[in-house]
């Protein structure tokens, strides 16, 4: 069980802390609040006390024998501030220690993740811009906002991202905290990034189509760390139904033929392209304008004609020599065709720079919060490597930006 401290500043966005606490409880962390004062004029006490069964304080002074203020930061493996308000990052980037909070967060040992939300202006200004870096310059974490509607009438940079997105952050630094440093040094900052998700769709009339069982997942995961490190990242988005990660640019697809001209259009200036979509084998050659109807006791006979192989695509048409291209292999191993000889069958017959090979099927993969892959490259294998989807989305940037450096 992880011990994390879920700091929460003086903004109206507070009141999403108390979603994220349950996210964390859930999964199965030791979760202790540090509210400000100013926290406490959205959210009060009781709540705090309430939902992390726990006593709340914002002063030093509270239970001073027990020493909090040193003893929460350093008995801690996680500290997320959210919201962060401009003024906690003012105070945390200059070394202030006049409540509780920032008292922890200058004992703290451990990874620390800032989730600033204010309005635009504040989010804009020179003084949070310099104080955001200060903290990233000393390994923190900084999650640049979602935008969004603000507080009143409002809209722009500045909002909290959905708590399940800051949840899905925290588990992945608790996993490996070596992606905190990674994440402050903004090491993808400056490169354009495009990740295909989801499972293109072919359609047999209006109501019926052909597909695969690919959630999306993966993409959302590898989108929300390439945001994390810095990165400009367009999603290309096969039928998935879930939100936007924050610091995205989405463009929606539906079928195959959809998907490879997306694909296409938004690579030509990218610096690492990943295909984590899982775009379908087949198409039919005709699609019915109306729904298809039964006849009698008779079956129904589809002619299907391949599809483009959008990856194989990419490769050829690649123009800048830099650009590093990730691809995906979900398998069905067998005892005559073992899951590595089929994927190292594909990485020559693709010609990517990456594969990432996973096994799919019942109860794997698809659909699920982790994954079990390994990383192939012209230089062999690495894995393989199990977590959740959000951790692997870190190694594969890793990777990829090795393959990138070696040009």
Known sequence: MSRVILGVAGGIAAYKACE???????????????????????????TWSALSGKPV?????????????????????????APATADLLARAASGRADDLLASTLL?????????????????LHA??????????????????????????????????????????????????????????AQDLAGLRVVVSAGGTREHLDPVRFLGNRSSGLMGW??????????????????????PAPPGTTVHPVTSTADLAAAM???????????????????TPTARSDTKIKKAGDGGLHIDLVQTTDVLAALVRHRSDPRQVLIGF?????????????LGRAKLARKGCDVLVLNEVGEHKAFGRPDNEIVLLTAEGADGPHTGSKDLLAHLIWDTGLAQRSHR
Do not use: K, Y
Not at 107 to 115: D, E, I, Q, R, S
Not at 156 to 171: F, H, K, N, Q, S
Not at 329 to 341: F, G, R
């Open 20 to 46: 994220l606490l349950r996210r964390l409880q859930a999964d199965g962390h030791d979760v202790t609040v540090i509210p400000t004062a100013a926290a406490l004029e959205f959210v009060g006490a009781a």
């Open 57 to 81: 304080h914002t002063s030093v002074f509270d239970d001073v024998h027990q020493v909090p203020h040193v003893r929460l930061g350093q008995q801690a493996d996680l500290v997320v501030v």
């Open 107 to 123: 004992t703290a040992h451990c990874p620390v993740v800032f989730a600033p939300a204010m309005h635009t202006e504040m989010w």
């Open 127 to 184: 003084a949070t811009r310099a104080n955001v870096a200060t903290l990233r310059s000393r390994g923190c974490v900084v999650i640049d906002p979602d935008s969004g509607r603000l507080t009143g009438p409002d809209s722009g940079p500045g909002r909290l991202p959905d708590p399940a997105e800051l949840a899905a952050v925290a588990a992945a630094v608790l996993s490996d905290p070596s992606i905190a440093p990674r994440a402050a």
């Open 221 to 242: 995961a590898l989108a929300r760390a390439a945001v994390l490190r810095g990165a400009e990242v367009d999603l290309v988005a096969a039928n998935v139904t879930l």
């Open 264 to 282: 296409a259009e938004r690579t030509a200036s990218a610096d690492l392209v990943v295909m984590a979509a899982a775009p379908a084998d087949f």
């Open 329 to 341: 292999a979900a398998e069905t191993p067998t005892a005559d065709s073992p899951l590595l000889e």
